[in-house]
């Protein structure tokens, strides 16, 4: 048979990677993820909205090769052999020898192919990505709605990426002159699912530079340093209005709070107190420098105040926190979305409410409330019940 020779904890490396990466399907025949693709020196796996490729040591004369994810994963996982042998038999099916005491022969199908027109092979359509697309990536992704086709990737336009479901939150981070010169299309769509892959493997090396991407027959392709492409359908949407949105993000000129760090252990422990439904969990936030019990009157020293949190569950069971905050001469009074309050606090540093919204900015050029951000969002307050 023809027969390769090959590192075993790379070929695993590599199927580790689209396991984490597309979560091949287990139960759905009909799905192309469920099978790893092996076709002219190169891994692949596929689904409806991604595509994974990895350069690999197995190449085969067969244009391509298919084979059960899983079941090709858990035994080259169970092995120990640093080296194994691996090739087409004459049965037609995928041998694997480790050893002398293991041999396998997976079942293979040839249908789920790789379509060669996907693979862009012009350097010269490959342009370098801004050094704060990881970043812009966490900062933004949170805020679109997976569910939602239309809201399910992030958009860069202008040189910033913004993250929106249209509703209730929108996010944006500037990635300056860079994002300018890296995506001059009007408006590029990125899945928001690409995160995942997007922050675990496209980190810049000092010695091989920066990833790059490409746009092409509807598909972007993201190309990490070390050759492995990633890609998700893109879209177009001739209605993507990046003034309005820019407008919906105004901070307005209300009085700045901060929050600190500690407040994010009072959330956990409120969490559960939030509501069941991700959806429509919500939590109140009062501040204040006074609070007045039955008993006492509590003042709050001169360079705090308090930030008390109170969060309701359906059935009455409830939870009462009260945090320190940098000092804010105003009471201010809201409820929000749990997870949208949680998401703004990991990636804000001063926060407004203005206009029926949470406000948050972050990376200022000075450092203060009234600097110009690279980071912006809003979340849409809930009328309190």
Not at 89 to 112: C, M, Q
Not at 270 to 291: E, L, W, Y
Request: glycine letters at 6%.
């Amino acid at each position: 048979m023809n027969v390769a020779t090959v590192n075993r904890s790379k070929l695993l490396e590599a199927l580790g990677i689209i396991k984490d990466v597309i979560k091949p399907d287990t139960t759905d025949n009909t799905d192309p993820s469920k099978y790893v693709v092996i076709q002219n020196g190169r891994i692949h796996c596929i689904s409806n909205q991604f595509m994974l490729i990895i350069p690999s040591e197995l190449n085969f004369d067969m244009r391509c090769l298919d084979v059960e994810f899983y079941l090709f994963y858990d035994y080259l996982r169970k092995l120990k052999e640093k080296e194994i042998m691996v090739g087409v038999t004459p049965n037609g099916t995928l041998g694997v020898k480790a050893g002398d005491k293991s041999r396998v022969e997976f079942a293979i199908r040839d249908d789920i192919d790789f379509d060669e027109e996907y693979l862009e092979t012009n350097e010269d359509n490959w342009i370098e990505l801004p050094e704060s697309f990881v970043t812009a990536m966490q900062y933004t992704a949170w805020a679109s709605d997976k569910s939602d086709n239309q809201f399910s990737h992030v958009a860069v336009a202008e040189g910033k990426m913004y993250g929106y479901n249209g509703r209730d939150r929108f996010a944006c981070f500037d990635m300056k002159e860079q994002g300018l010169n890296a995506f001059t299309k009007e408006v590029t769509f990125i899945h928001s699912e690409s995160l995942n892959f997007v922050q675990k493997y496209m980190a810049v090396d000092p010695m091989k530079g920066r990833p790059k991407y490409c746009i092409k027959n509807g598909w972007l392709h993201m190309r990490t340093c070390d050759g492995i492409i990633f890609s998700s359908r893109t879209r177009s949407d001739n209605n993507f209005d990046v003034n309005y949105i820019d407008s919906v993000l105004d901070s307005g000129n209300s009085v700045p709070f901060r929050i600190n760090k500690g407040v994010e252990e009072a959330l956990d422990r409120a969490n559960p107190f939030s509501g069941k439904d991700m959806k429509v969990k919500r939590i109140t936030v009062h501040i204040c420098n006074q609070i007045r019990t039955k008993n006492e009157t509590i003042e709050a020293p001169d360079d705090i105040s308090y930030m008390v949190l109170t969060a309701v569950r359906e059935d009455g069971s409830r939870i009462y926190e009260r945090c320190e905050i940098p000092k804010v001469n105003q009471i201010i009074h809201f409820t929000v979305n749990f997870k949208l309050l949680e998401s703004l606090i990991k990636y804000g540093e001063f926060f407004r409410t203005f206009d029926g919204k949470l406000t948050a900015i972050g990376s200022t050029d000075n450092g203060t409330p009234d600097g110009n951000p690279l980071f912006k969002a809003i979340a849409v307050l809930c009328g309190e019940e």
